[in-house]
Nanobody, 115 residues
Framework: QVQLVESGGGLVQAGGSLRLSCVASGSIFSIATMGWYRQAPGKQRELVAVITSGGSTNYADSVKGRFTISRDNAKNTAYLEMTSLKPEDTAVYYC?????????WGQGTQVTVAS
C-alpha cells in the first residue's frame, strides 16, 4: 500500500513563497502520475498541478506562472514550489499519486496566505 506524507505548509504573507513536499512509500512512484490538489473551505477540491512519470506538467490557470511542480524519483518525492502567493491560494493542499486505476492521497497540509 502506498502512503503519502505532505509537509511544508504554513502561514505566509501575500507575495511570499512556500515549497511543499510529498514523500511516497512503495516502489511504484517512478511510474506514477503525481498531482497536487487543494480545497478551500466551502469549495470543491481542485487540481493545482500534475506531473506525469515522463515529466510532462500541467497547471491550473490560476497558478500558472507562479507554481512549479517537480519530482525526484530517487527520493520518491514530489514538490510544489509556490511563489507570489495570494490570499486566494489559502487551502488544504493534498498530494495525489495515480497509477493504473488506483489513486492514493496524503493527509493534506494547510497553506494560509495572509493579506
Amino acid at each position: 500500500q502506498v502512503q503519502l506524507v505532505e509537509s511544508g505548509g504554513g502561514l505566509v504573507q501575500a507575495g511570499g513563497s512556500l515549497r511543499l513536499s510529498c514523500v511516497a512509500s512503495g516502489s511504484i512512484f517512478s511510474i506514477a502520475t503525481m498531482g497536487w490538489y487543494r480545497q478551500a473551505p466551502g469549495k470543491q477540491r481542485e487540481l493545482v498541478a500534475v506531473i506525469t512519470s515522463g515529466g510532462s506538467t500541467n497547471y491550473a490557470d490560476s497558478v500558472k506562472g507562479r507554481f512549479t511542480i517537480s519530482r525526484d524519483n530517487a527520493k520518491n518525492t514530489a514538490y510544489l514550489e509556490m511563489t507570489s502567493l495570494k490570499p486566494e491560494d489559502t487551502a488544504v493542499y493534498y498530494c495525489n499519486l495515480g497509477v493504473a486505476c488506483e489513486n492514493y492521497w496524503g493527509q493534506g497540509t494547510q497553506v494560509t496566505v495572509a493579506s
